[in-house]
Every structure is written in C-alpha cells, then in structure tokens.
C-alpha cells in the first residue's frame, strides 16, 4: 500500500454523455455511469489520495504526488509539524482548481 494513501494513482473524469464525474485508476476506456467512452480528464477536479472523495480544493504535496481533501485526511499520512515543514520548502501546499 502506498505510503500517501490508497487512492494515490487516482485521476477524476468526466463524462461528456452523461455529464457525471468519476474517479478511475490511468486511462479507463468507459464512463463509470453510463458506460460511454466518450470521457476527459476532469482538470477542475482531483481525487483524494487518503478517501478517494472528488474534491475542487484541497491539499497538494510534492507536485502531485499526494492530494488530501481535508486536514482528517492530511493527518492519517502527515503530522502537522511534517505539513509545515513541507510548506515551507514549496513542497506542499492549499489549492483550488
Ligand atoms: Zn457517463
Ligand atoms: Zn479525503
């Protein structure tokens, strides 16, 4: 398991059929909902690395690497001393997309 988190190579989708959003682990061929392939990365959107929730803000760590939608979700992976540290050397920080 993934030191960031089990849904760390997670990316979020969208659907230009069904107009729904989905997350899918690299290139899925088919929209999870209605199953057209007719589907783009969501660019205003990223997948929590600890819960897997879809979030329009959020963390970042590391260029990407780890993303987390909440500070519950930042202290399973990262202590706050650790967050800090990191934000401080432009290695992590808050964003909306
Ligand atoms: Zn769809
Ligand atoms: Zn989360």
């Known amino acids: ?3 960031f988190g089990k849904y760390v190579d ?3 989708y969208h659907c230009n059929d069904c107009g729904g959003t989905f997350l899918a682990r690299l290139d ?6 209605c199953g057209s392939n007719n589907i783009d990365l ?6 929590c690395s600890h819960c897997g929730k879809l979030m329009n803000d959020g963390y970042v760590f590391y260029d990407g690497e780890a993303y987390y939608c909440s500070d519950k979700c930042l202290h399973q992976h990262f202590f706050e001393e ?3 540290r990191a934000f401080n050397n432009d290695d ?6």
């Open 10 to 12: 997670y990316l979020a």
């Open 28 to 33: 899925p061929d088919k929209c999870k909902l």
């Open 1 to 3: 398991m993934n030191v």
């Open 82 to 84: 650790e967050y800090i």
């Open 42 to 47: 969501a660019e205003n959107k990223r997948v």
């Open 92 to 97: 992590a920080y808050w964003t909306e997309w």
